[in-house]
């Protein structure tokens, strides 16, 4: 009498697929461990989100100077902090956030570091330094602030597959600038008319006065000699591009930093005591005009829409697209 055996072959499969689970636990340390690589996820059933790290420099230049490993995503909140009102809409934010990772992964890539120092890199603010600014109104701000960053995480500006400088300001006064404009070089975006940095709040429009003695001074010319000064050329925006006196020329920028005027973007009247002079906006003018993404937001515009207006020709792209995580440094808290 012959038996049927028509349940050995599934039998057999079983115990192979059995045997088969049994090494990938082991592999995995374990069945959560498996279904947590396989499906992505971190242990508490979250997809993992890829982590970039940078060496971020507090009081560059100076003799205390000290460095810190730390999240770009956390340092992102810090840089957004203390470049832009937290009480802006909460799409400005957004923008501004994109922007500023953009910049300090750029200038991560370039040099290695980035810094607090805005006049070179990024001004930063950790959250005891967030505490102290924002006083009751912390939570609020920090809440907002951590949305930004989060419902941003890890997009960048690119350009053909790169991230570019993302240059931003406070106010344009009507009219950005390109990089090349300013300071020569690459322009990775073009100027861009900007109609909204009134709806902010804020004024575009400042004014200082120097006595001729003092003026003369700093610019190491004669007081009769100022009866020379003059602007010998200026950019498409309309921001001063030259200044000469006698001898003596300057950048607009340079110039612009050696009197302190908020911007570029400057004229002059003599008077028997002195100059006047008048500036419209504040910053460098390139990129990101801070007050117009607040009256972009107040308008209704979202962050993809504030970045197409100041950033026109770049994507904007995720780094996971471009970049392998980054290891957790050694030192890192």
């Known amino acids: 009498m012959r038996y049927k055996t028509v349940w050995l072959r599934p039998l057999l499969s079983a115990l192979a697929a059995l045997l088969l689970l049994m090494l990938l636990f082991q592999h995995f340390g374990g069945l959560t461990d498996f279904f947590n690589n396989f499906f992505d996820k971190d242990p508490d059933g979250e997809a993992e989100t890829p982590v970039y790290w940078l060496q971020l420099v507090h009081n560059s230049g100076g003799e205390d100077a000290t460095s810190e490993n730390i999240e770009l995503e956390e340092a992102v909140i810090g840089f957004v902090a203390a470049e832009m009102p937290a009480a802006y809409d909460e799409q400005a934010l957004a923008a501004q956030a994109v922007a500023a990772r953009s910049y300090a992964w750029q200038k991560y890539q370039a040099e290695g570091e980035v810094c607090d120092n805005s006049a070179h890199c990024l001004a930063y603010l950790d959250e005891a330094a967030r505490r102290e ?57 073009p100027a861009a008319a900007c109609y909204w940095d009134n709806l902010a709040g804020g004024s575009a429009i400042n004014s200082s006065f120097w006595p001729k003695e003092q003026l003369a001074e700093r610019l190491q010319v004669t007081p009769a000699q100022l009866a020379l000064l003059y602007i010998a050329g200026t950019t498409p925006s309309g921001r001063v591009k030259e200044v000469r006196c006698a001898s003596q020329s300057w950048s607009g920028n340079d110039f612009r930093q050696l009197l302190g005027l908020s911007s570029n973007r400057f004229s002059w009247l003599e008077s028997k005591e002195g100059f006047w002079f008048t500036t419209l906006g504040s910053g460098h003018g390139v990129g990101l005009c801070q007050q117009g993404a607040g009256g972009l937001a107040a308008q209704g515009y979202d962050w993809p829409q504030i970045l197409a207006v100041y950033y026109a020709g770049c994507d904007v792209c995720n780094l996971n697209e471009l970049y392998e995580p980054t290891p957790r440094p050694d030192n890192a808290e």
């Open 133 to 189: 600014r924002f006083g009751s109104a912390f939570n609020e701000y920090e809440t907002k602030l951590r949305a930004a960053a989060e419902n941003t995480a890890g997009l960048i500006l690119v350009q053909d597959g790169q991230p570019v400088p993302a240059y931003f300001h406070a106010c344009c006064g009507g009219q950005t600038e390109s990089a090349a404009a300013c300071w020569g070089g690459t322009s990775y975006y």
